[in-house]
């Protein structure tokens, strides 16, 4: 035990870890990965996360620039605010 009262991760759990992880991943995002690389899985999946990030802030940029050009009484800027509340 550590001196904050944490036992330690076994193997078997960071296998588990990985692997869940790994599932997490696209298809497309997996194939040039082994699984005995957790090393590879890790850098993957930071670098699917950071392309996540791109890609909302792509879309908020598209949907605040859609909603300029709208008038804010129109039905589809109330559509648009519902499925943002939701």
């Given at each position: 035990m550590s001196s904050r009262g944490r036992?330690?991760?076994?193997?078997?759990?960071?296998?588990?870890?990985i692997s869940k992880l790994q599932s997490l991943l696209p298809?497309?995002?997996?194939?040039?990965?082994?699984?005995?690389?957790?090393?590879?899985?890790l850098k993957e999946t930071c670098s699917y996360i950071k392309s996540l990030h791109r890609e909302v802030d792509d879309l908020s940029d598209r949907?605040?620039?859609?909603?300029?050009?709208m008038d804010d009484n129109s039905p589809q800027a109330e559509i648009i605010r519902s499925l943002l509340r939701s």
């Open positions: 036992s330690r991760i076994t193997d078997d759990e960071i296998n588990e870890l298809e497309s995002r997996r194939r040039n990965i082994d699984r005995a690389s957790a090393s590879k899985l949907l605040s620039g859609l909603m300029a050009t």
